[in-house]
């Protein structure tokens, strides 16, 4: 699962563009307990949300006014040139070229091939997130329209195993279709940090392939309802699944896409 010993092709960090980053903060502190921390001022307004002084996910203002408020997911890279130089030739598109962030690290961002926004993070002082699981970031998942190339475009890119695995079926024995759990190379399901899920192009709320950022939490039903209360939008609520745990899924008064999941005991 999901840890914070990092190492290269698993999540290391994640954070919010906003264009209100303040009403950001209120509502995401609001359903998580997150505080808001500013990385100073020469940080262009950049953040971290911190929840008993861990950094558990970072917020900043949108550089482009044409972008739309999201969650990127990044994937730690042990050297981001060679990264991006891989996601061109694997016919993926570069939205910001590597740079270095002070003495943090080196970030750059891309554009899969079914068009999901993604990003990787070179460590240098900044190892990643502090906190991963409990109250913070516990799994990503990938909608998109074509998994078998979503498979081979991160398996080149940031070396992943994969494995298949059926769902449960639909309504009226409607075929259920395949998830793909993705881990660190040679990880198995000790390594696993994620998924990819095909859905047709109607039933995907962002009109494109995108990432999906998983919260853990100890009550589902309560954070739906303070998400609702706060001006946020319920996807799906709260629905069991089994061996997984309890998930609903969100969109955020800016239209940010989350979830979160309160895990079954044996899952946790």
Not at 71 to 79: G, K, L, N, R
Request: hydrophobic fraction near 40%; include cysteine; proline fraction near 7%.
């Amino acid at each position: 699962m999901l840890t914070n010993d990092y190492v290269p092709g698993a999540p290391d960090w994640i954070d919010l563009g906003s264009r209100d980053t303040e009403a950001a903060a209120a509502f995401y502190k609001a359903l998580f307990g997150w505080e808001f921390r500013s990385a100073g001022p020469e940080a262009g307004g950049y953040g971290m949300f911190q929840l008993a002084g861990q950094t558990v996910a970072a917020l900043g203002p949108l550089q482009d006014e044409t972008a739309t408020p999201a969650w990127t997911v990044y994937f730690e890279s042990a050297d981001a040139d060679t990264t991006t130089k891989t996601v061109e030739q694997a016919g993926g598109s570069v939205r910001f070229p590597p740079m270095d962030v002070f003495d943090q690290g080196r970030l750059a961002g891309f554009t899969d091939p079914g068009g999901a926004d993604f990003a990787v993070w070179q460590p240098g002082t900044n190892k990643g997130l502090d906190r991963v699981g409990a109250g913070a970031l516990c799994w990503t998942e990938l909608y998109t329209t074509d998994a078998e190339q979503a498979k081979r475009f991160y398996g080149t890119v940031l070396g992943w195993d994969t494995e298949d695995m059926p769902l449960p079926p639909g309504p009226e024995g409607s075929s259920p279709g395949t998830y793909t759990v993705v881990s660190r190379a040679g990880g198995g399901q000790e390594g696993s940090h994620g998924g990819i899920m095909q859905l047709p192009a109607d039933m995907l709320p962002a009109g494109t392939s995108y990432w999906q950022p998983y919260f853990a939490v100890s009550d589902a039903d309560s954070v739906v309802a303070t998400a609702q209360e706060k001006g946020g939008t319920v996807l799906m609520p709260g629905t069991d699944l089994a061996g997984v745990g309890r998930i609903a899924l969100l969109r955020d008064p800016e239209g940010a896409f989350f979830a979160v999941l309160k895990p079954e005991e044996s899952a946790a």
